[in-house]
Nanobody, 115 residues
Framework: QVQFVESGGGLVQPGGSLRLSCEVSGNIFNGYNMGWSRQAPGKQRELVAWISTGGRMFYPDSVKGRFTISRDNAKNTVYLQMNSLKPEDTAVYYC?????????WGQGTQVTVSS
């Protein structure tokens, strides 16, 4: 059974940092690109980073230079390092394959950026 379990969220002040982790079970990790998305209240889910099986990374302009995605194939885990956080980064963050699969969405982890 494939399962994506996110962790590492929390409350952080503007300008702070967080590192999110996503452990993937089900023996699929090495064969897929992986991505992080977020959904703020009242907004659509948006992709914030993805990483290819070969380690190439892609970011939208909204987070470029602040977020870094990485993967550890030995641990079946994908990470999202978030620096210089802004209040508009507040959202629930999810990981999935990229492109995403509906059945793989997990519970996500809440990130709140506030003073």
């Amino acid at each position: 059974q494939v399962q994506f379990v996110e962790s590492g969220g929390g409350l952080v002040q503007p300008g702070g940092s967080l590192r999110l982790s996503c452990e993937v079970s089900g023996n699929i990790f090495n064969g897929y690109n992986m991505g992080w998305s977020r959904q703020a209240p009242g907004k659509q889910r948006e992709l914030v980073a993805w990483i290819s099986t070969g380690g190439r990374m892609f970011y939208p302009d909204s987070v470029k230079g602040r977020f870094t995605i990485s993967r550890d194939n030995a641990k079946n885990t994908v990470y999202l390092q978030m620096n210089s956080l802004k209040p508009e980064d507040t959202a629930v963050y999810y990981c999935n394959t990229y492109p995403s699969r509906t059945s793989y969405w997990g519970q996500g982890t809440q990130v709140t950026v506030s003073s």
